[in-house]
């Protein structure tokens, strides 16, 4: 059944304006980003073609792109756009700091800032959270880009920025793609090395936070640094 025959409280917009963004299901949420079906499937049915292409269900739209998308008989170029595209939004959004003052000794609440944009990386990024004397968040940088296994970390690139910035402190967040925040050998010596060539430039290091899947670590808490 297309959606135009169903009846009006049941066709996915309207029951958003009725009911709220809680009252749909996912494939539902989807069917109005994709707007249009075809001749032959409903814009619900090709959101659940979408939902069940991978293993890894609704997961797999948090690193998608249009190419892959395009793989469903139904989905075009500018709907994989228009999936990826408002993906992207959420991200942007559910990391965007409410509020440019963070309490830099509560982990949880910086692990939030990051952890559905980071939780999903396939690979590790390490990311600088650049604070002034007031505690103000006035840059959140990423610093470098590795492989499944490592990532390149450098004193020289971590600080340059954080140089530029007048900071006054940092906060390193980094992910661990296999879902694991334990930190490992490198980890913890990296984190240690950082903390003396901050001690040199006068930018305390008060955190490293590593991200995992939906839980994460704090090398602070941990007596790590």
Same mark, same amino acid.
Not at 57 to 74: D, H, M, N, T, Y
Not at 104 to 116: C, G, H, R, W, Y
């Given at each position: 059944?297309?959606?135009?025959?169903?009846?009006?409280?049941?066709?996915?917009?309207?029951?958003? +304006?009725?009911?709220?963004?809680?009252?749909?299901?996912?494939?539902?949420?989807?069917?109005?980003?994709?707007?249009? !079906?075809?001749?032959?499937?409903?814009? /619900?049915?090709?959101? #659940?073609?979408?939902?069940?292409?991978?293993?890894?269900?609704?997961?797999?739209?948090?690193? $998608?792109?249009?190419?892959?998308?395009?793989?469903?008989? !139904?989905? !075009?170029?500018?709907?994989? $756009?228009?999936? +990826?595209?408002?993906?992207?939004?959420?991200?942007?959004?559910?990391?965007?700091?409410?509020?440019?003052?963070?309490?830099?000794?509560?982990?949880?609440?910086?692990?939030?800032?990051?952890?559905?944009?980071?939780?999903?990386?396939?690979?590790?990024?390490?990311?600088?959270?650049?604070? #002034?004397?007031?505690?103000?968040?006035?840059?959140?940088?990423?610093?470098?880009?590795?492989?499944?296994? $490592?990532?390149?970390?450098?004193?020289?690139?971590?600080? $340059?920025?954080? /140089?530029?910035?007048?900071?006054?402190?940092?906060?390193?967040?980094?992910?661990?793609?296999?879902?694991?925040?334990?930190?490992?050998?490198?980890?913890?010596?990296?984190?240690?090395?950082?903390?003396?060539? !901050?001690? /040199?430039?006068?930018?305390?290091?008060?955190?490293?936070?590593?991200?995992?899947?939906?839980?994460?670590?704090?090398?602070?808490?941990? #007596?790590?640094?």
């Amino acid at each position: 059944m297309i959606i135009r025959e169903l009846p009006a409280d049941e066709r996915p917009q309207e029951k958003l +304006v009725i009911y709220g963004t809680s009252a749909l299901s996912n494939a539902e949420l989807l069917a109005i980003i994709i707007r249009t !079906g075809t001749n032959k499937k409903s814009a /619900v049915t090709l959101a #659940n073609e979408i939902l069940t292409f991978k293993e890894n269900g609704i997961a797999f739209l948090a690193e $998608c792109v249009p190419e892959e998308l395009s793989e469903i008989q !139904g989905i !075009g170029r500018t709907k994989a $756009c228009q999936i +990826v595209a408002a993906i992207e939004l959420g991200k942007r959004i559910a990391t965007k700091p409410k509020q440019m003052r963070i309490n830099v000794n509560n982990p949880e609440a910086i692990a939030d800032l990051f952890m559905e944009k980071m939780r999903y990386y396939k690979k590790e990024f390490f990311d600088v959270v650049m604070l #002034n004397t007031k505690g103000d968040v006035i840059a959140i940088e990423n610093t470098a880009i590795g492989d499944l296994n $490592c990532t390149i970390i450098h004193p020289r690139e971590i600080f $340059c920025k954080a /140089v530029k910035k007048s900071a006054s402190a940092v906060i390193f967040i980094h992910n661990h793609p296999s879902g694991n925040p334990t930190p490992s050998k490198e980890d913890i010596e990296i984190t240690k090395r950082l903390v003396k060539a !901050g001690e /040199v430039l006068g930018i305390r290091v008060l955190d490293h936070i590593i991200i995992g899947d939906g839980t994460f670590l704090s090398l602070k808490n941990k #007596n790590l640094m």
